[in-house]
């Protein structure tokens, strides 16, 4: 049976003109592709894609008073192909969900070689019939790329060693539930800029909640 897409995550909470135009191509796949195994993301792991709804905002404040703030822009749903080992041959494909964050607040004046203040997500189908490809989730938060455990999660696997799942913990004026903890993303480079992310706080609910910068800059979610 199909999986319906939960249409809130496409619904614009912003005016038309900010809404994203999905292309044809990957959400009307030609006739051949029907006939293709499709393997959808369940209710349950759309949950995961919650955060991204078209127009969110993610504020953001530091202990100087300063504010981020981070809108989804674009969100988009794809089916992507899967490839018959040893063949160049298409054998299924996945449903995919992917977003698009920008920082939107007055003080950031967007340069080309500033990419580190965008943010992308993407989830992607289990292959049920392939064990290493379950429930994929990735986060780039700037230059900084971290593979979300939706999976792991969903099914109460055990996580990565780089990830920690905290019970509870309040961060800022807030308490959030089953947080992932990030700790390990420090570069090996002996010097690194001060905005460079270094720990990282997220939840299936919220989506980041908390960013330590390697300068000792805290930015806690509101």
Known sequence: MKTVLLTWLLRPLLPAALTLTLLPSCLFPEPEVQQLPQYELSLADQ?????????????????EGYERRYQVKG????????????T????????????????????YVERPAQNHYQATFSLTAAVPTEPTKPLAA?????????SIPAGAINQQ??????????????LGNRQYQNVLEYTSLQTSAARVP?????????????????????????WDRQ
């Open 47 to 63: 949950a995961w894609a919650v955060p991204y709804r078209l127009g969110e905002e993610w504020r953001f404040h530091n202990a």
């Open 75 to 86: 969100l988009a749903e794809q089916q992507l192909p899967g490839m018959v080992p040893g």
């Open 88 to 107: 160049q041959r298409v054998g299924y494909y996945q449903q995919g969900l992917g977003a698009r964050l920008e920082r939107v607040d007055s003080a």
């Open 157 to 170: 696997q055990a996580l990565p060693v780089d990830v920690r799942l905290l019970p509870t913990i309040t």
């Open 194 to 218: 001060a905005w460079q992310v270094q720990r990282l706080y997220y939840t299936k609910a919220n989506g980041v909640v908390r960013f330590v910068e390697a300068g000792g800059t805290v």
């Open 138 to 146: 990735q986060l780039n938060w700037g230059p900084v790329q971290l």
